[in-house]
């Protein structure tokens, strides 16, 4: 990237090329009420559901009782809104190395944790890239 | 190189921690692609952990006493990845078409959305 994005401070960054536009999730026909919660195929957690909800209750909670967003508290709205397009990028699987590239950039502008693994073999040698809580986005092997 | 490994009463999940020959710790689940590295948890989960390989075993430790939740991702009925997750709604608005996602602690108890 030649310069700093567009469109900042308060306002979230221009997704990269490539990795906007994301429909919304597609409800799996068939599947009850919430499609995207199901109960396990396996037995071990029969007759140990968390009925209440309440499980992420202590100090590992992280989702404040005003429904706001965790990382409403943990990131700053830039870091957020580039969360936000890690986990788009995530979903796609189809990041380029220059929109991996242009993550990397905004998250070391924004001060997000990130890391720039796509020279790495570390973990099913698969180039990837890290980008706050987003881990492991893959990346492929064209510009 | 694994140092660490660790197997949940059902099976389903093995919790390992590699070490690099470059002396990069990483925390995943063996055979799925999600895996994170103590740099990117030294200022995560509460940790006050100075150093990565402590960072990454301080958080082995607390998924294996069921302090983080976990996201198991399964797609035509077969599992994709696991992760761990600090914000279950951000998983839910991300869901991939056909993706089911399953809220768990590494002991198997279930977590129900709200």
Do not use: C
């Not at chain 1, 221009?14 to 009420?33: D, R």
């Not at chain 1, 973990?123 to 980008?131: C, E, K, L, M, Q």
């Amino acid at each position: 990237m030649d310069g700093p994005p567009i469109g900042l401070p308060g306002a979230p960054p221009p997704p990269p090329v490539g990795i906007s536009g994301i429909p919304p999730p597609i409800p799996t026909p068939g599947l009850p009420v919430d499609p995207s919660v199901v109960p396990p195929t396996n037995d071990a957690g029969k007759g140990n559901i968390d009925e209440t909800g309440d499980a992420l209750s202590g100090p590992m909670r992280s989702t404040p009782d005003d429904g706001s967003k965790p990382n409403d508290k943990k990131y700053d709205p830039d870091q957020s809104a580039l969360i936000d397009l890690a986990k788009e990028a995530e979903n796609k699987q189809n990041l380029t190395q220059n929109d991996a590239q242009t993550l990397i950039d905004w998250a070391n502008e924004y001060k997000a944790p990130a890391r720039d693994d796509t020279q790495k073999d570390h973990w099913g040698n698969v180039p990837h890239i890290h980008i706050g809580p987003v881990n492991h986005i893959p990346v492929k092997n064209t510009k | 190189m694994i140092i660490n490994k660790e197997v949940s009463q059902d099976g389903i999940l093995t919790l390992i921690i590699k070490r690099t020959d470059d002396a990069d710790y990483l925390l995943g689940f063996e055979n799925y692609p999600w895996h994170t590295h103590g740099d990117l948890l030294l200022n995560e989960y509460g940790l006050q952990e100075t150093s990565s390989e402590r960072a990454v075993k301080a958080v082995f430790t607390k998924i294996i006493e069921d302090k983080i939740p976990l996201v198991v991702s399964v797609i035509n009925n077969e599992v994709k990845d696991v992760r761990v997750t600090d914000d279950i709604s951000s998983e839910l608005k991300y869901i991939k078409p056909n993706e089911q996602l399953i809220f768990r602690y590494w002991s198997g108890k279930l977590i129900s959305p709200k």
